[in-house]
């Protein structure tokens, strides 16, 4: 295994400190960075404005490690799934959605998760490991190239809705957005930029405190605390008064826009009796929110069923006679395992 360091994990400061030691000039620095996150450099050799010294002694100190495409599948509606293999072997998974001139990148935080949702296959692995900052960069990058590459559009949203709880691994999630927002690195506006939480109540209170410009979504799934344990287990350390009043200091400390996710399942969380619970629950936050009905994409390890159309309609509905905002979200990339809560590197194993 190579021992170089990963020089995109050395702070920026360690880097300021290593050229100083070795007399460079300052501004180097920024010629470094510019090539590392905003050309996107693959190696050393290529920072072409750099000395031929500098180059080797960056060399013979440090790595870039990239991770790599090891798989493409394209879906029959044009969503595209790839498997990203991290230079330790493991494997995570990004999702680009086309759907007219929107192009989003679905991208994962953690190798495998911990929160065990009873509806969504990455649940049943186990969570390996934290992704860091380049990685979640990485494969922001990469699907962008893909939809550049795909379908000549750039890419218009992120969401971090992939593998793993975004909340469970806060510093490395927030650097990778950094990166992506910073003018030296993709140079994004975080309003286009949506984080998805299975609800960790202090996490959500921590964003707020840290000023986030971007827009955050609760997987809520069930507004009543006995139904949510069943299928979240995180909720009973999360419950839902605690993720409500997160979710209002949020709000009130950032105004960005908060969503809430609600799977339909047949027969669980569909009737007019959860509708009235779920209208009185986004009601109670007191804040503006967005709810997206989403369908359930069935996974083998579970035997949940998707709503009835009609019923979802009723549904949606009896919500919008309470004057709230509902999307059905119609699920992409089926037929490729792409679509949300199907990613566990399943082709690859
Ligand atoms: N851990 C984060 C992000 C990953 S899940 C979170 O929980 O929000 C991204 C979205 O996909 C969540 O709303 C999640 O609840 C949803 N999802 C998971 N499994 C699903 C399935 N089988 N069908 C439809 N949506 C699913």
Known sequence: ?????????ISDSDLKAWMQTRGEKAFRLAQIQDWLWKKWAASFSEMANLPASLREALDSDFQIRKLSVSEFQKSADGTIKVAFRLFDGNLVEGVLIPSGERMTACISSQ????????????????RKRNLDAAEIFDQAREIAAIAEKEYNLPLTNIVMMGMGEPLLNYANVLEGINRITDPMGMGWSPKRITLSTAGIAKMIV???????????????HAADDEKRNRIMPINESNTLDAIKEALRYFYQKTKNQVTFEYIAFAGFNESLEDA??????????????????????PIAEADFMNA??????????????????????????????????QLANKSNS
Request: proline residues 2%; charged residues 30%.
């Open 111 to 126: 190798v495998g998760c911990s929160l065990t949702c009873k509806f969504c296959a990455t649940g049943y692995m186990d």
């Open 206 to 220: 921590k964003l707020a405190d840290d000023g986030v410009k971007f827009n955050l979504a609760l997987s809520l």
């Open 276 to 297: 009235t619970k779920l209208s009185k629950f986004t009601r109670s936050t007191g804040i503006p929110v967005k709810i997206n009905i989403i369908e359930y994409n």
């Open 308 to 341: 009835d159309p009609q019923r979802l309609d009723a549904f949606k509905a009896k919500l919008e006679s309470d004057k709230l905002i509902v999307n059905i979200r119609r699920s992409r990339g089926k037929d490729i395992d792409a679509a949300c809560g």
């Open 1 to 9: 295994m190579d021992a170089r360091k990963d020089i995109r994990k």
